[in-house]
């Protein structure tokens, strides 16, 4: 039943405009539909997510989504927000190594790259190469 559906991640933000500048001038991503002033849907990939306005904005603590890119096109990603001012968090897991930032994991026959960041709001988001 719901499983034959295409969930959306919601991100709660506090300002709405300030959103739209992170995601569509940083994140490079184009406008969907948008819903009254509170909120703007924006397509990635076959997939989709809605950003709107709360009052409970960036209080989740945990990555809020998730973009798989190739591996061939990790690198230059990670590069390009980089180079739009965007800084990557770190933190301590078991089996991931860190270097500038970027974490790497997996048992050396699939390694997979990842970059923790957030939005203006505090909601954190995630680029990798794919789960293990």
């Known amino acids: 039943m ?5 969930p959306v991640t919601t991100l709660g933000v ?3 405009a300030r959103a739209r500048e ?3 001038g940083t994140l490079g991503l184009s406008p969907g539909t ?3 002033d509170q909120g703007i849907t924006y397509q ?3 997939g989709a997510f809605f950003v709107y306005t709360s009052e409970f904005a960036g209080t ?3 990555t809020a989504m998730m973009f798989e890119l190739p591996e061939d096109e990790f690198d230059t990603a990670v590069t390009e927000l980089r180079s739009k001012g965007v800084t990557f968090q770190t ?3 078991d089996g991931m190594e ?3 930032g970027v974490a790497t994991s997996g048992d050396g026959e699939s390694t997979f790259k990842s970059v923790w960041f957030t939005d203006p709001d505090g909601n954190i988001l995630n680029l990798g190469t794919g789960m293990p």
């Open 22 to 24: 992170f995601y569509e």
């Open 34 to 36: 948008e819903m009254m």
């Open 2 to 6: 719901i499983g034959d559906h295409t």
């Open 44 to 46: 990635s990939g076959s």
């Open 91 to 93: 933190f301590d897991v």
């Open 98 to 100: 860190w270097d500038d």
């Open 14 to 16: 506090s300002d709405l």
């Open 60 to 62: 989740n603590k945990a």
